[in-house]
C-alpha cells in the first residue's frame, strides 16, 4: 500500500508495520473493506494515513460520501491507535480487525494488550 503521510515521499506500508505518523507507536491492522465503509458512514473523522486519501481530505467529505469512497472488495491498512475512536473505543463493540498474525481483534483487545504490557 502506498501512503503519503505527508512525508517528503511516497511509503510502501504493509500489516504489520508501525503507523507512520510521527509519535504514533501504533502497528497496522487489516479492516475489510466493507467494515471501513461502516465505520465511515459514522459521523467520526479518520486519521491513519494508510486509509485512502479521499476519506482523510479537507473539507471532509460526509459520512455517505466517505462510506461511497471505500472499496469493499478489498482490505486496507488502519492504525487502531490513530483510529481508536473510529473502531469503537468507546462503544461496548468494536470493529473488527486483524492483525499481523490473521488473527481477528478488536480495539478493546488491543488496549487491554497494552495495558497488560505496560504494568508487567
Known sequence: MRVDAGLAKEIVMKL?????????????????????????????????????????????PTAGERAALVARDRAHLICPICDAYA?????????????????????HEIFDARDAARRG
Open 16 to 60: 504489520g508495520d508501525s503507523c507512520p505518523l510521527d509519535g504514533c507507536d501504533g502497528a497496522l491492522h487489516r479492516i475489510s473493506g466493507a467494515v471501513l465503509a461502516e465505520v465511515a458512514a459514522m459521523p467520526v473523522t479518520l486519521h491513519s494515513p494508510t486509509l485512502p486519501k479521499a476519506l482523510l481530505k479537507a473539507p471532509i
Open 87 to 107: 473502531l469503537g473505543a468507546e462503544f461496548e463493540n468494536g470493529a473488527p480487525i486483524e492483525d499481523a498474525t490473521g488473527r481477528s481483534t478488536t480495539i
